[in-house]
């Protein structure tokens, strides 16, 4: 028996299924709901609009050694590229994602679209390169399409290098021939951390930041050019990085993203087993927050000079005081970053703001009552992952209610960084 499996847009990224978020993998995914009882599927790779046959093992082969967790069957092998990397299901707990893996990711055209057609963000970029860029030497680490750089050069800048490790920055390079400006940038194929350029440079710029500002730890590399290259006096682009947290009540986003799932039957079945297995190991998720639901003022988590900050500096515990304003229900907490890129130019992924395609990042909670008065003291404690992927870190949220100087409830709960 042959199942004809369309597959549309959906990907996969460490387990998780979505279309439209900033890091999409282009890689065919089958879940094993799906396969039933066939011998072999018929795969359509979107993007190549090419088909390939996929025998399949039997079911039992396919969950071997995998405790609540679901299994994807990889088919990368049938179209894998000489030197690409083998993927195994078995890698997926220790986070299998190779270097080559993530830099792949990169090279889908669809990423970059995200990114350049999120105006709050790339015309802030703009409108910063142009008011400092003239007649510095530039850097610019992660280059993508190199609109940054090309920013760079049309402000006047006096040279301008670009690097990634990504396969598309050969299209960036042809860009920048095609918009007259091969003679003034220069692109390197490779990582910050393994090249070896001949200059010193008074600006350094990048678009390094992940969803809730710390995810894929991009900004470990921009702080190695950096302290390799930047002239004294010199600056980074963006100069500063500020990390927020408010109390959230939306019934609607407990529910898709939270345990308000599980918390009433699911097809006429008790489920909330499931919400007690999801409570010990919460993850983060990017939302559309609406000003309304946040139940007070944010505070400020991380606040880091990155001209100076130190790559450990983003790793941090900190206390928020969080007062609430209206009697609600804590569904969770809303975390956004905000940077200064030059002068006055802001870029924020606050609720209050212009939506970007970082939206703002969700941590569940156990729900719990608030009235108008109380005080939520959190302390918040972002560290690097010890196992799993490396480049999502892990959110330790420690915190008591005050109620007329009485503390009415206590929580604890660990948060794993993701991709979206």
């Not at 990889?74 to 080559?100: I, L, Q």
């Not at 990423?111 to 910063?128: N, P, S």
């Not at 599980?262 to 008790?270: A, F, I, K, N």
């Amino acid at each position: 028996m042959l199942l004809d499996l369309r597959l549309g847009s959906i990907h996969e990224t460490r387990g998780f299924r979505y279309g439209q978020s900033r890091r999409r993998i282009q890689r065919p995914l089958i879940s094993p709901s799906w396969l039933g009882g066939a011998h072999g599927v018929i795969l359509e790779i979107p993007w190549t609009g090419s088909q390939r046959f996929l025998p399949i093992p039997h079911p039992s082969a396919l969950f071997q050694g995998r405790d609540n967790v679901t299994n994807y069957l990889d088919p990368w092998p049938f179209w894998r590229a000489p030197g690409d990397p083998v993927w195994h299901p078995s890698a997926m707990s220790e986070g299998y994602w190779s270097d080559n893996d993530y830099f792949a990711s990169y090279a889908d055209p669809g990423v970059h679209r995200l990114m350049i057609q999120d105006h709050a963000r790339t015309d802030a970029y703009r409108r910063a390169i142009e008011a400092v860029a003239k007649g510095k030497r530039v850097l610019d680490i992660g280059t993508g399409t190199g609109i940054l750089s090309m920013f760079a050069a049309r402000a006047g800048a006096a040279k301008v290098d670009a690097v990634d490790s990504s396969g598309i920055i050969d299209v960036a390079r042809e860009l920048a021939a095609d918009n007259g400006f091969a003679d003034k940038i220069t692109f390197h194929r490779g990582r910050a951390e393994d090249l070896d350029l001949d200059s010193e440079y008074d600006l350094v710029i990048s678009e390094w930041m992940g969803f809730f500002g710390l995810a894929e730890l991009m900004f470990e590399s921009v702080i190695h050019a950096r302290d390799r290259y930047l002239t004294p006096g010199g600056h980074m682009l963006p100069g500063q990085l500020r990390l927020r947290v408010a109390p959230v009540d939306d019934s609607h986003v407990h529910e898709d993203l939270g345990i308000g799932l599980w918390e009433r039957p699911v097809y006429g079945l008790d489920f909330t087993r499931l919400l007690e297995a999801e409570v010990q190991s919460f993850l983060t998720a990017a939302c559309d927050l609406k000003p309304s639901s946040l139940l007070g003022p944010a505070d400020t988590v991380l606040d880091l000079n990155l001209d100076s900050g130190t790559a450990d500096d983003f790793f941090f515990t900190s206390v928020a005081t969080l007062p609430i304003e209206r009697e609600g229900t804590v569904h969770g907490f809303g975390g956004w970053f905000e940077v200064d890129l030059a002068g006055d130019v802001e870029l924020s992924c606050s609720p209050m703001h212009v939506q970007t395609h970082w939206r703002q990042s969700f941590f569940p909670v156990r729900p719990f009552p608030v009235e108008r008065g109380d005080v939520i003291r959190m302390v918040m404690d972002a560290q690097r992952a010890e196992s799993g992927d490396q480049r999502l870190p892990v959110y330790f949220l420690d915190g008591e209610v005050f109620r007329d100087g009485q503390v009415i409830h206590r929580f604890f709960y660990r948060h794993h960084g993701s991709f979206e």
